[in-house]
């Protein structure tokens, strides 16, 4: 079945500055790749996702890259602020048993710093 | 329109009780997950379900059972709790995706803490 790697598994900023958090999957035939945000005690909530015949999606302070190849995405948030602080997780979609279903990374912590 | 709801939100349990957790969702998706939350370990799939009466496995299903009896409704059930199931427990539910295309875009619930003792 599928499986996704996530890292680094913590992040600390200063405001202002850009954060990375990058992860991989293993199944080839994956082509759905959501970012989830999850706040302090809340529900996870989608931010950004992208199509496997995309190769950069952007919104704001915030995108994703894909590269099929490597069987690698990236989420990258530019001038941080504090209400960025939160746990995100990345997600690739597995095809295994004949249906869809999303397989989540282990999750960041990220901290951004006033 | 509440969106999934999930009740109860907490419970405490000793170890070999059973229980039963509900979501129930509004929004008329076809699909419907259970995940549950370690720190550490992010959102590890239990079960899901993609229509009224079907119910397959996912990441970590042993320990676990659940039924799909109604469209809006997926239950969890734990026949013997152990302590290994202490965990943050999330439903999500979503639209289906045309074939291996589209969007599995999840809503999820608030959560149910269960502790077993």
């Known amino acids: 079945g599928e499986n996704v790697e996530q890292h680094p598994s913590t992040l600390s900023v200063q405001e202002g500055d850009s954060a990375v958090i990058k992860c991989t999957y293993s199944d080839s035939a994956s082509n759905y790749f959501p970012w989830y945000k999850q706040e302090l005690g809340k529900r996870p909530q989608l931010i950004i996702d992208i199509r496997s015949n995309v190769g950069e999606k952007k919104d704001q302070r915030i995108a994703v890259t894909l590269n099929k190849t490597a069987k690698h995405f990236s989420l990258h948030i530019t001038e941080t602020q504090p209400e960025d602080s939160a746990v995100y997780f990345c997600a690739a979609r597995g095809f295994s048993g004949g249906y869809n279903k999303l397989i989540f990374g282990a999750g960041t912590r990220l901290a951004v710093h006033p | 329109n509440a969106g999934v709801t999930q009740t109860p939100k907490f419970r405490v349990l000793k170890t070999g009780q059973s229980m039963t957790l509900l979501c129930a969702q509004d929004m008329n998706h076809e699909y419907m997950y259970w995940y549950r939350q370690d720190p550490g370990m992010g959102l590890r799939l239990i079960h899901y379900?993609?229509?009224?009466?079907?119910?397959a496995k996912g990441e970590v299903p042993d320990g676990y059972n659940v039924s799909r009896l109604k469209k809006q409704n997926f239950l969890l059930g734990l026949e013997s709790a152990a302590p290994s199931q202490t965990s943050v427990y999330f439903c999500?539910?979503?639209?289906?995706?045309?074939?291996?295309?589209?969007?599995?875009?999840?809503?999820f619930g608030a959560g149910s803490r269960l502790t077993v003792l």
């Open positions: 379900s993609v229509g009224e009466g079907t119910t």
């Open positions: 999500a539910s979503s639209y289906p995706t045309s074939g291996r295309s589209g969007a599995n875009v999840l809503t």
